[in-house]
């Protein structure tokens, strides 16, 4: 079993930035991948950002060069750097882990204001 705890939301006005951290523990080992969704009211959750075991990532085309994954190793912690938000990437984003299984945690929300 993997658990992941997010941190990191809140309120933000447009063109501000907000940094989300996802810090995972239990059985982490084989950990292929770790990402970032998203979920808007009324929308399905969507990709956001993935980062590989062996560092190579992908992001949905409506964050490239706005948003960075990165993760530390050492503290089992994965974040989203978000920059130049829009109030369309208001939404509870989620981590999530591949492993055996997929794991979630519980979201945590950003909000911009325009």
């Known amino acids: 079993q993997v658990q992941l705890v997010e941190s990191g939301g809140g309120l933000v006005q447009a063109g501000g930035s907000l940094r989300l951290s996802c810090v995972a523990s239990?059985?982490?080992?084989?950990?292929?991948?770790m990402g970032w969704y998203r979920q808007a009211p009324g929308k399905q959750r969507e990709l956001v950002a993935r980062?590989?075991?062996?560092?190579?990532?992908n992001y949905a085309d409506f964050v490239k060069g706005r948003f960075t994954i990165s993760r530390d190793n050492a503290k089992n912690t994965v974040y989203l750097q978000m920059n130049s938000l829009k109030p369309e990437d208001t939404a509870v984003y989620f981590c999530n882990a591949v492993q055996w299984s997929d794991y979630w945690g519980q979201g945590t929300q950003v909000t911009v204001s325009s």
């Open positions: 239990g059985i982490i080992i084989s950990i292929n991948s």
């Open positions: 980062i590989f075991s062996g560092g190579s990532t």
